[in-house]
């Protein structure tokens, strides 16, 4: 395969993803991707084999391009995932979680394409997603510091400007990168 274009680039990221689809769970917050090795729980191991198709999927919509049968998918996933009441709620993160990692793909598909994954979700599910990586009490500040610290991070500047946006869950108006960041 030649990697040449957007095109090029789109074709093979859809290659990669799409014998995906039929794996995700009814809800969308899940994908079982069969049994693996880790040791953690396997609500846990879904939600992350759920987060990291994002990696490829966040920038190809935030580039204009396409993947329409997962932007519904993803949509679902992040309410339903959050949403304590769902049956495919991911849990409250514990310390030393690996949720936390996982965290972080869900943050840059929100930074990076807040008109895709994050401006269609009505007013509750954006409050219960903003509340779910912090619903114990000792991390009630944590999504506004990461989101921040995740603007602010210097490999922003080479993977796309997202700093003029005013983050889409605090709605601060991030700082631009400077050279001391890390």
Not at 27 to 44: E, F, K, N, S, W
Not at 58 to 84: C, E, H, K, M, S
Not at 119 to 136: F, Q, S, Y
Request: hydrophobic fraction near 40%; charge should be positive; charged fraction near 20%.
């Amino acid at each position: 395969m030649n990697l040449q274009t957007k095109q090029d680039f789109t074709a093979l990221a859809m290659r990669f993803l799409s014998p995906l689809l039929p794996l995700y769970s009814p809800g969308g917050a899940l994908l079982h991707l069969g049994d693996t090795g880790a040791t953690y729980p396997q609500r846990t191991i879904g939600m992350e084999a759920f987060s990291r198709p994002l990696w490829a999927l966040a920038p190809l919509w935030a580039g204009g391009g396409r993947a329409d049968a997962f932007l519904p998918i993803y949509q679902r996933g992040l309410v339903n995932g959050t949403d304590p009441d769902s049956p495919e709620y991911w849990g409250d993160p514990n310390d030393y979680d690996q949720l936390f990692v996982e965290m972080a793909a869900l943050a840059c598909a929100i930074l990076e394409t807040p008109e895709s994954v994050w401006n269609p979700l009505t007013d509750t599910e954006k409050a219960k997603l903003g509340k779910w990586p912090v619903r114990r009490q000792s991390w009630r500040r944590l999504p506004a510091a990461l989101v921040r610290q995740a603007v602010s991070w210097q490999w922003w500047n080479c993977r796309m400007p997202v700093w003029h946006r005013p983050c889409p869950i605090c709605r601060s108006a991030p700082s631009r990168p400077s050279a001391r960041t890390v």
